[in-house]
């Protein structure tokens, strides 16, 4: 069982950046692969970015190319999303997840946190 924790989100200007933190529970971070997702009202939850348990892998979506950038410490089983140059249409609630797939869509995902609410002001 792996219990995941989100922090970081909040209010901010377009242009503006945050970071946000998921903290993990377990000693088996490292075996799983991390992936930050968001979703706005009445749309499905979309992928973000992912990271392997290694970290040396990474993909994101389009839209957050050059602008996002997750990393993992996996000595204190934290992966971060850093987000620069935040759009309006960054605003969504943002989930971390773990899971045992090197993949993008949510299926892969078995475990989930409860989420953290990111606006972007214009």
């Known amino acids: 069982q792996v219990q995941l924790v989100e922090s970081g989100g909040g209010l901010v200007q377009a242009g503006g950046s945050l970071r946000l933190s998921c903290a993990a529970s377990?000693?088996?971070?490292?075996?799983?692969?991390m992936g930050w997702f968001r979703q706005t009202p009445g749309k499905e939850r979309e992928f973000v970015a992912a990271?392997?348990?290694?970290?040396?892998?990474?993909l994101y979506t389009n839209s957050v190319k050059g602008r996002f950038t997750i990393s993992r410490d996996n000595a204190k089983n934290t992966v971060y999303l850093q987000m620069n140059n935040l759009k309006p249409e960054d605003t969504a609630v943002y989930y971390c997840?773990?899971?045992?797939?090197?993949?993008?869509?949510?299926?892969?995902?078995?475990?989930w946190g409860q989420g953290t609410q990111v606006t972007v002001s214009s």
């Open positions: 997840a773990a899971g045992p797939d090197y993949r993008m869509g949510q299926g892969h995902y078995t475990y």
């Open positions: 377990g000693r088996t971070f490292s075996t799983y692969t």
């Open positions: 990271i392997s348990g290694s970290g040396a892998g990474k």
